[in-house]
Antibody
């Protein structure tokens, strides 16, 4: 069974740092792009960051660019989010998600992408 | 970044009702749009990808349509388990962006 399990969420101070982890199992981790998505209390979903399967390409939301760094350890099947210079507005549940590509009947990718697997989330609270 | 809007922001409906939610993109995104359902305390669940493709295991009462800048999610006959918040997500280019969500509750 495919699974994602986030960890590392805790209470942090403004200006502080935190590293989140997301352990994948049940699938070939290195083959998939991965993302972090967050949700502030009572608010909507916000895409945060993405990384390619090899780790060679990364992308960030403007709200976290320059403060957060996404990375992965494929032999360990783990995704990370290093969060520096934390702000009160970074308080949220952080989800990791696996990005899948639909394949046709011949086994060729169709370029139809989606997030098919999500973890249960880890809560980050930033407060003094 | 591409901006996504959704309407309505909330709606009240009864079991058996037909429900339509609209999502608009600030620029053309081809058909690179997904619909996700979220219930309180749970992660999002994929319903529709590529604007109109039904995810495996999702009931056929859910359907999606649209391309370019205008998209819709339709629930043909609302069931009790469908009361939730629905989000669209553009994955046409980075940074990906979600719509603000549509909360569907019981009338």
């Amino acid at each position: 069974e495919e699974q994602l399990l986030e960890s590392g969420g805790t209470l942090a101070q403004p200006g502080g740092s935190l590293r989140l982890s997301c352990a994948g199992s049940g699938f070939t981790f290195r083959n998939y792009d991965m993302s972090w998505v967050r949700q502030a209390p009572g608010k909507g979903l916000e895409w945060v960051s993405a990384i390619s399967g090899s780790g060679g390409r990364t992308h960030y939301a403007d709200s976290v660019k320059g403060r957060f760094t996404i990375s992965r350890d494929n032999p360990e099947n783990t995704l990370y989010l290093q969060m520096n210079n934390l702000r009160v507005e970074d308080t949220a549940v952080y989800y990791c998600a696996k990005r899948e590509n639909q394949y046709d009947s011949r086994g060729y990718p169709t370029e139809k992408w989606y997030f098919d697997l999500w973890g249960r989330g880890t809560l980050v609270s930033v407060s003094s | 970044a591409i901006q996504m809007t959704q309407s309505p922001s909330s709606l009240s409906a009864s079991v058996g009702d037909r429900v339509t939610i609209t999502c608009r993109a600030s620029q053309g995104i081809r058909s690179d749009l997904g619909w996700y359902q979220q219930k309180p305390g749970r992660p999002p669940k994929l319903l529709i990808f590529a604007a109109s493709s039904l995810q495996t295991g999702v009931p056929s009462r859910f359907s999606g349509s649209g391309s370019g800048t205008h998209f819709t999610l339709t629930i043909s006959s609302l069931q009790p388990e469908d009361f939730a918040t629905y989000y669209c997500l553009q994955d046409y280019n980075y940074p990906f962006t979600f719509g603000p969500g549509t909360k569907v509750d019981i009338k």
